[in-house]
């Protein structure tokens, strides 16, 4: 199950992230999973959020850069060694991680680790044949 994500292109400078954050508070889009990374010119503003479609829309009338990219979001055990369960599975077949981040689930003791995979089906084959929770996008919406 992929989800989806937005990449957001934000200039390094002051204010641009609180532009974002206030456009989709007055937009009602609710962020639910983010990460930033950064270089000297520009950041990445990577998010999850519950109105892909308003997200957009949004960002296009207010002359933003952002690109669509699915990615994968799996439950893990809170716990110390649940990472590494995870990244044993994909490291035994092959499974090259481009990049992730992580949440906390509220009423579980579970962890959501958001994946961004080179070879996303053969993730999701090798995810499901270890049978690891995959969580698909309606259910991170409601975490």
């Known amino acids: 199950m992929k989800v989806k994500q937005i990449s957001i292109f934000l200039e390094n400078r ?10 989709f508070g007055e937009a009602q889009v609710n962020i639910r999973a983010l990460s930033l990374a950064e270089t000297s010119d520009f950041g990445v ?4 959020v519950d109105k892909p479609a308003k997200a957009s829309e949004t960002l296009d009338e207010h002359n933003f850069t952002y690109s669509f990219t699915d990615v994968v979001a799996v439950e893990i055990p809170d716990k110390p060694g649940g990472l590494a369960g995870i990244l044993d599975v994909l490291t035994e077949n092959d499974i090259n991680v481009e990049y992730m981040y992580a949440f906390l689930e ?3 003791d579970k962890a959501v680790v958001v994946f961004r995979f080179d070879d996303i089906e053969k993730a999701l ?9 995959v969580l698909n996008g309606k259910k991170i919406v409601e975490l």
């Open 106 to 108: 509220k009423a579980t």
């Open 14 to 23: 002051a204010g641009r992230l609180d532009a974002v954050a206030h456009l």
């Open 125 to 133: 084959a090798a995810l499901d044949s270890n049978e690891i929770n």
């Open 45 to 48: 503003l990577r998010l999850i």
